[in-house]
């Protein structure tokens, strides 16, 4: 069974609206989210941010980080975000599963749904500033969401001093677009020497026809 203390949400002022950091403390874990956009859309239709509510995050082994934020509209209430991460024995994680729970007044809905990050080492963070949506599904089928992150970031393992560790990146330093441009160039440097030495290398005539000459006959193979 497992078990949770020390509920804690940490909102830091950093001058940016919507911006929060979220710390979950356990028993045996501790874990960190950062997000400058938090949204979640249920049916397509219904768009709340979660940035702009009130919450408290605690964490439970595994590790995983469950976020409280109560009732976030009149459909839906007592509503919860966790988040799954996994770990190995060669010291590396990564998130795994993303649930959401609420009331809609009715019923009590529960989705999840795929939340991927990269394999990481757990002496970093992992950090993205591209947009990361989450589609979440219910079982059975029948009520479908979606949770969308940008310019985040997430910590599992080795938190200490609500700090986050040096962050692994999603985004490669050298983007495709970066990449097609410096092998094009490659390419054109390559033409452009070959064809500079294959000027180099033709000679001139050193024997001219003139009008007293007898005619240059020039040997070829057949």
């Not at 909102?11 to 874990?29: M, P």
């Not at 995050?57 to 976030?72: K, L, V």
């Not at 999840?112 to 947009?131: D, E, N, R, V, W």
């Not at 050298?174 to 490659?186: H, L």
Request: aromatic share 10%.
């Amino acid at each position: 069974m497992l078990k949770s203390t020390l509920p804690l949400l940490l909102v830091f002022s950093l001058g940016l609206c919507g911006v929060v950091i979220y710390e979950g403390k356990g028993d045996e874990c501790d874990t960190l989210l950062y997000a400058e956009t938090f949204i979640l859309t249920l049916g397509g239709v219904q768009t709340i941010d979660l940035t702009k509510l009130n919450a408290t995050a605690t964490c439970s082994s595994g590790p995983s980080m469950e976020i409280s934020f109560g009732d976030a509209a009149d459909n839906v209430t007592s509503l919860k975000v966790s988040v799954g991460f996994s770990g190995t024995d060669t010291g590396y994680w990564s998130s795994d599963i993303m649930n959401v729970t609420y009331n809609d007044g009715t019923d009590d809905v529960s989705l999840s749904g795929k939340f991927k990050t990269h394999l990481i080492s757990k002496s970093f963070s992992f950090a993205c500033s591209l947009p990361s949506v989450t589609t979440l599904n219910s079982e059975p089928a029948g009520k479908k969401g979606k949770v969308t992150l940008n310019m985040y970031q997430l910590q599992a393992f080795n938190v200490a001093d609500s700090k986050f560790l040096d962050s692994y990146q999603c985004v490669n330093y050298i983007s495709k677009g970066a990449w097609m441009g410096i092998f094009g160039g490659v390419v054109m440097i390559v033409v452009l020497i070959l064809s500079i030495m294959m000027l180099f290398s033709t000679s001139t005539p050193d024997r001219f026809e003139t009008s007293k000459s007898k005619c240059l006959i020039i040997p070829h193979e057949h």
